[in-house]
T-cell receptor
Framework: AQTVTQSQPEMSVQEAETVTLSCTYDTSESDYYLFWYKQPPSRQMILVIRQEAYKQQNATENRFSVNFQKAAKSFSLKISDSQLGDAAMYFC????????????FGQGTRLTINP | GAVVSQHPSWVICKSGTSVKIECRSLDFQATTMFWYRQFPKQSLMLMATSNEGSKATYEQGVEKDKFLINHASLTLSTLTVTSAHPEDSSFYICSASGTGISGELFFGEGSRLTVL
């Protein structure tokens, strides 16, 4: 079984500043993926960043990076140089690697960017 | 690459009628597709998992007879909401995974269903 928990329903940050969104998870899988998805007002799900759990190195994608703490089962997202276009709902998710595993989402964090 | 198209993007229907939503993988073969439901300001809730050519696996609490899922080909899955009621009004999102695409699921644009 998998569970994903996002304890911050809402976050806000000043434009150009840095913000960190928190996520913890629990899984019985020995190997798995972790994701951050962005859902803007259009409601299209957009992949922000992906982390393979067997990799110790934290994933980075331009202004987005993660802090993956496997032992603590923590997977936070850091957004640097926040831009107005970053405003959206952000969902943390996990998925087992073996077979056709489902993607389990956290509750989501609504991020507001203040100009 | 890895585009998933969902149709219709929005639909309004009368109570008691059935509505079909299509989910297509345009440039890859989707061995598995997932159907999610999302209420306003909430997360995505998995309804069912469908594998091509076999019966869908429904999550606990999801009515199989109300939400019919068919995955007849490697590029198409359909969700039919039968005898729709106002409480079925929601945002439905499909996602797909294919062979050789590591881990990531690709999402359709979603379909907003309103039942009057």
């Amino acid at each position: 079984a998998q569970t994903v928990t996002q304890s911050q329903p809402e976050m806000s940050v000043q434009e150009a500043e840095t913000v960190t969104l928190s996520c913890t998870y629990d899984t019985s899988e020995s190997d798995y993926y972790l994701f951050w998805y962005k859902q803007p007002p259009s409601r299209q799900m957009i992949l922000v960043i992906r982390q393979e759990a067997y990799k110790q190195q934290n994933a980075t994608e331009n202004r987005f990076s993660v802090n993956f703490q496997k032992a603590a089962k923590s997977f936070s997202l850091k957004i640097s140089d926040s831009q107005l276009g970053d405003a959206a709902m952000y969902f943390c998710a996990s998925r087992g690697i073996q077979g056709a595993q489902k993607l389990v989402f956290g509750q989501g964090t609504r991020l507001t960017i203040n100009p | 690459g890895a585009v998933v198209s969902q149709h219709p993007s929005w639909v309004i229907c009368k109570s008691g009628t059935s509505v079909k939503i299509e989910c297509r993988s345009l440039d890859f073969q989707a061995t598995t597709m997932f159907w999610y439901r999302q209420f306003p300001k909430q997360s995505l809730m998995l309804m069912a998992t469908s594998n091509e050519g076999s019966k869908a696996t429904y999550e606990q609490g999801v009515e199989k007879d109300k939400f019919l899922i068919n995955h007849a080909s490697l590029t198409l899955s359909t969700l039919t909401v039968t005898s729709a009621h106002p409480e079925d009004s929601s945002f439905y999102i499909c996602s797909a995974s294919g062979t050789g695409i590591s881990g990531e699921l690709f999402f359709g644009e979603g379909s907003r269903l309103t039942v009057l």
